[in-house]
């Protein structure tokens, strides 16, 4: 799996601020806008203003944060304060994705944020909220009334994200997808992830996904244990390396009947333990095992 453009993001079709004198498509409340800038003349922070300049604010409901030149290194601090600082001007914003790069135009791991915690505070009516890449976080005990979709993907998750989330507290958050990477260069995904499952600030979430993880194993058997997990819907730990150990550890621990889907897609299971999870299970989502679950070269689907 390759990091692609949005084509719809928060129920609108997706559509690229132009450049300085080319036509605009159409009105502000019929697109979810993205602002990027490729070799243009103009930065970020240029375009991204001139765009406040050029739309109807109060009609914007979906914004995305496209390439700044992230492939020479830089992060989106400049892109997050512009957007922080204009919450005056964006007052229906609903939902914001920081970092909708394709792979041909930067790699997953080279695309690099900061302290995220402006967004969601400039924001109190942000519905949905994702972020793509690198060394992002967010501040402990942030408060949100209103989120209901958190999304990061990444290949070098941070422990500071998942405490801060775990930390934080979203009375209306149902729904977290975490893609965490390679464990020796980021978070370390059980202790964290464990901090997560024990967390009181979660009281609506009914979705949880914590891929591309090459820990899956030690998340399976936190979630087997943990109080958290008896009030989800649907669990997707694809992308990662599952094996029949990780597969036992869910099987052997509370009951997953209650459970609308189980997503395990690129797993490393053998035959007899994909047979003994869709039998125990009203609804799974497999895949064939890449490799022969035999060897032990397992790996993560987005490693770069």
């Known amino acids: 799996m390759t990091a692609n453009h949005f084509q719809a993001f928060g129920g609108l079709p997706v559509e690229d601020v132009p450049g300085a004198g080319e036509p605009w498509p159409g009105t502000a409340e019929l697109y979810a806008w993205r602002v990027r800038v490729l070799h243009d003349d103009e930065t970020w922070s240029e375009r991204f203003a001139r765009f406040l300049d050029e739309v109807d604010g109060g009609a914007v409901r979906a914004l995305l944060v496209g390439d700044w030149n992230a492939e020479y290194g830089d992060d989106s601090r400049e892109a997050v304060a512009a957007i922080a600082a204009a919450a005056d001007r964006l007052p229906n914003l609903a939902a914001l994705f920081v970092g909708d790069i394709a792979y041909e135009e930067c790699e997953l791991s080279m695309i690099e944020h900061d302290d995220l915690t402006a967004l969601p505070t400039a924001y109190p009516r942000l519905e949905e909220l994702g972020v793509r890449g690198s060394w992002a976080w967010f501040a402990p005990y ?22 801060g989330i775990a930390a934080g507290d979203f009375p209306a958050l149902t729904r977290v997808e975490l893609w965490f990477g390679d464990h020796e260069h980021a978070v ?66 509370q009951p997953l009947g209650h459970l609308e889907s189980l997503d395990l897609t690129h797993h490393f299971l053998s035959t007899t333990m994909i047979k003994r999870v869709e039998a125990a299970l009203p609804v799974g989502k497999l895949a064939k095992a890449e490799v022969d679950p035999k060897f032990e070269a397992r790996f993560i689907e987005v490693r770069e």
């Open 142 to 163: 942030l408060r949100h009334t209103g989120l209901r979709t958190l999304t990061v993907e990444g290949c070098g998750l941070l422990d500071e994200m998942v405490r």
């Open 188 to 253: 370390d995904a059980v202790t964290e992830v464990t901090e997560l499952l024990r967390s009181h600030g979660l009281p609506a979430l009914t979705h949880l996904g914590l891929r591309n993880c090459d820990r899956t194993d030690a998340l399976a058997a936190a979630l087997a244990v943990e109080p958290l997990t008896a009030q989800l819907r649907t669990i997707d730990l694809s992308m990662g390396t599952l094996s029949d150990a990780g597969a036992e550890a869910l099987l052997s621990g």
